[in-house]
């Protein structure tokens, strides 16, 4: 009963159109009714509390960061550098999306805002050199949901909130899966662009490699000090978000001097009001996280999924099918919202580590933003580079295959991802 209720008010308010932060109060209301616990200064208490964290204070650090990155030069440095490294191999502006891709997840953990740069910057590039326009715009999608997985991540963040992870341990352990879907996406391009006739461009001199290099060395110096900062404990990831958005905005204004001052005000205001949309969902997803402990709707899950607790392998391979499905109709945000505190007590009974499960669950959800027909950074790129909704669907279906098929190795073979973060993480 209670887990009908849960679905039925949850799924039944985003059904009338309502906005998913209000739909996951009125979830949490309902569960309250049903106990007959409805208390208004209850749910204002849990809004309040789940806003007010130290950790989610680097959600609007990371999102400022990334604005300037964009707004300040360094994303446009980052492109430039991969098309003198790439450029010129066949399919080369391919392989210069997905490294441009990797390098910018070092930088921002926004997928939208890397998808969005890179539509804008390659797209059209793309096209001019012979290459079809959906496939083009399917492979910047896929390539920028890298983001959420290579830190910094905001969507480890609030899994490690929500589910009380490390999120130190996190990011250190998304570097090795990160990099590997940059690589998924690697075979997978240079396979569906042998038939294409294309324009390639001439190689990059080594002057001009040399020149890309210097230019884009400030940005590239952000990730290692990120990496380095949280790997021997001179800040906190929290921190490492201040730390991104102060460097970030000496170099765009100093270094680069792209941003000018006249130009802060718009930028800040872009970063708060996108801060503001993903903390309302946080501080209202408290409120059905509290019922959903009172409840005790994790013991009714697990009972659900007791034929499958002695096989972890198993286990994980169900509920990435669950998030799978749940992320076509519910994007990244809400789903870690919702189903971490519903999952994790499930992943710690069966014994599974939950750093390496966290990996998983955001790798899947980031997956999610390419899926239709809800594909946040879909709608995003088809947007930016002006191409039908249809058409973007049918352009990323070899990229978001190539990229499951790495999350079915992730789960088959843990070592993948458990081995390299005990490396980074020193354990």
Known sequence: MVITIFLGSLLGSMALGMPIAFALLICGVALMYNMDLFDAQIVAQNVINGADSFPLM????????????NVGGLSKRIVKL?????????????????????????????????????????????VQAGHDKARSGGLVASAGIIAPVIPPSIGMIMFGV????SITQLFLAGIVPGIMLGLALVVAWALVVRKEKLV????????????????????LLLPMIIIFGLKFGIFTPTEAAVVAAVYSLFVAT?????????????????????????????????????????????SLVTDLLEPLMDSPTLLLLAIMVLVVIVGTAMDMTPTILILTPVLMPVIREAGIDPVYFGVLFIMNNA?????????TVLNVVAGVAKISMEDVVKGVWPFMLAQLFVLFLLVMF?????VPAAFFSGR
């Open 82 to 126: 991969a098309m003198t490294l790439v450029g010129h191999v066949r399919g080369g502006l391919g392989y210069v999306a997905i490294l441009a891709a990797v390098i910018l997840a070092s930088l921002s953990g926004s997928a939208v805002a890397d998808a969005a740069a890179l539509s804008a910057l390659l797209v059209p590039m793309m």
């Open 162 to 165: 929500a589910g009380g992870v």
């Open 254 to 298: 100093v270094i680069y001097r792209e941003l000018k001052l006249s130009d802060l005000y718009d930028v800040f205001l872009t970063a708060a009001k996108t801060t503001s949309v993903v903390m309302f969902l946080v501080a209202a997803a408290m409120v059905s996280a509290w019922m959903i402990t009172v409840a005790d709707l994790p």
């Open 367 to 375: 997956i999610g933003l390419i899926t239709p027909p809800v594909g």
């Open 414 to 418: 843990p070592s993948l991802v458990t």
């Open 58 to 69: 680097a959600v609007p650090f990371f999102m400022l960061a990334g604005e300037i990155m």
């Open 200 to 219: 390639t461009p001439p190689r990059a001199s080594k002057q001009d490699m040399v020149r890309a290099l210097g230019e884009s060395f400030w940005a």
